[in-house]
């Protein structure tokens, strides 16, 4: 059975920082892209950034230049490195990954930014 579990959400004042991870286990063939995703109250879960199995990455507009995600393919992990916070990006963050050619998510974790 494959799982992703995150980690690292809390709760931060505005213009802090916080890291995500997010590592996958269990029968694992292969995983594509990973990525990560939020959904705040009364929102659409949205994309935040995601990265290939090469290094390739894509950042949703909102957070270029403040988020940087990266991955560890020996680890089946991703990580979400957030700088410069606002309570805009408060939300349940999910890991998201492509494995064994299924998507796959998390089960998320919040992250709280206080102005």
């Known amino acids: 059975q494959v799982q992703l579990v995150e980690s690292g959400g809390g709760l931060v004042q505005t213009g802090g920082s916080l890291r995500l991870s997010c590592s996958a286990s269990?029968?694992?063939?292969?995983?594509?892209?990973m990525g990560w995703y939020r959904q705040a109250p009364g929102n659409q879960r949205e994309l935040v950034a995601t990265v290939t199995s090469g290094g390739k990455t894509n950042y949703a507009d909102f957070v270029k230049g403040r988020f940087i995600i990266s991955r560890d393919n020996n680890k089946n992990t991703v990580y979400l490195e957030m700088n410069s916070l606002k309570p805009e990006d408060t939300a349940v963050y999910y890991c998201?990954?492509?494995?064994?050619?299924?998507?796959?998510w998390g089960r998320g974790t919040q992250v709280t930014v206080s102005s």
């Open positions: 998201n990954a492509n494995i064994n050619l299924l998507g796959r």
């Open positions: 269990g029968n694992i063939f292969s995983i594509t892209v």
